[in-house]
């Protein structure tokens, strides 16, 4: 998932699966339903909050982002084709986020290995459906203070690691309102 400062919000995922077969007919019963339209979504339109801990960000914000891999593995073997059985994985969760650098405090995360949280809050539009996406438990893997040049803003870009939330039991959750 992508969160950009200027563009749409963008995510991808990938699928993997044992096998595939080709229908000659549509399956199910009845007639075709339209899928849902729903607005494309912004940085500048739709984030509606971003919380790091118990700090409110949105407003020093620059970019942010996420990856989710499940390792799941395609298990083949001689004399068929495709995978025959899937392995499971681990879940491995990252991401960034990189702020105005206003302060210390996100850096000193970093350097003491401090656990904090995650929240990103996109809402579609005022007062129509929002999303939380929430991470209860992050550490800073690294965090660096980036000064571009002359006349430039200092940057704290940080990446993050999720792990399970001993009180919640949740590495992460997503929240939808109606």
Request: a positive charge.
């Amino acid at each position: 998932m992508d969160l950009p400062t200027k563009g749409i919000l963008t995510g991808t995922f990938n699928l993997l699966g044992k096998r595939s077969q080709s229908s000659t007919a549509t399956g199910g019963t009845g007639s075709n339903t339209a899928a849902a339209q729903n607005t494309v979504q912004t940085g500048v339109d739709n984030v509606l909050s971003i919380l790091e801990g118990p700090t409110y960000l949105p407003q020093i914000t620059a970019s942010a982002g996420w990856q989710i891999a499940n390792n799941l593995r395609a298990r083949n073997v001689l004399g068929a084709l495709g995978p025959t059985s899937m392995g499971t994985g681990s879940i491995a969760l990252s991401g960034t986020h990189t702020s105005y650098y206003t302060d210390k405090a996100i850096i000193d995360k970093a350097i003491n290995q401090t656990q904090s949280a995650l929240a990103y809050v996109l809402q579609e539009s005022a007062g129509v459906r929002a999303t939380v996406f929430d991470f209860p438990a992050i550490k800073y893997a690294n965090g660096k203070r980036v000064a571009g040049g002359k006349d430039q803003d200092v940057m704290a870009e940080m990446s993050w690691t999720a792990f399970r939330n001993s009180t919640e039991n949740k590495t992460f959750r997503i929240t939808r309102f109606s």
